[in-house]
């Protein structure tokens, strides 16, 4: 890309278009994310298993909304939306949000994801403003802090690394929390370190673990009305 493209990039990165699509160059790392790697956790039988789509399951809801906060690379959307959501990502950071339009862009051509992909919308902002105005009311609120996190195969370490030299891990989770409340959902779904503390000053109503990280599940009092 020419060079007013890579303008506010830290140095040592840039962003790189190729025939293979858009990619971040940075200390000899590139980084260039597809949805090809998750066609199997798409699958019917695996799907039901993952954690993040039991975390999220709304009952009696047809076509459920989702809102992913913190949306990254947008892994986390595609279970959602492979799932029966209809999912807004939002990231506040542009190069990121670059990356994901791009990967976006080609799973929209991509016949194994391009009807997962076509329930995913982007958004390029930050959560914590953006999600008090939305114009429609979510069922799920999905947040993802970053966090360090030691048990991850050498690719998605080099990702993780590269992605925190842009996006450090958010600084004010009770705001974040905050946002997410004013958006009204049923339910609010927090990822976090297995052991690590809750998000803010909401008590989780319930939560999912696994090896490595939990879902905590937070229903707010107004849900239970509904």
Known sequence: MNGSSNRGLPEGMELVQSEQGLALAAKGMVLRDDFAHLVPRLRADRLGRELLVRAARVRGVDAPAAVDATAGLGEDSLLLAAAGFSVTLIERDPVIAA?????????????RVASIVARMRLVEGDAVELLPRLDFTPDVVFLDPMFPTKRKDAATRKKLQILQMLEKPCEDEEALLQAALASHPRKIVVKRPLKGPMLGSAKPSSSLAGKVVRYDIIVPAWAHCV
């Not at 990356?99 to 016949?111: K, P, S, W």
């Open 99 to 111: 990356l994901l339009a791009d990967t976006l862009d080609r799973g929209a051509r991509d016949l």
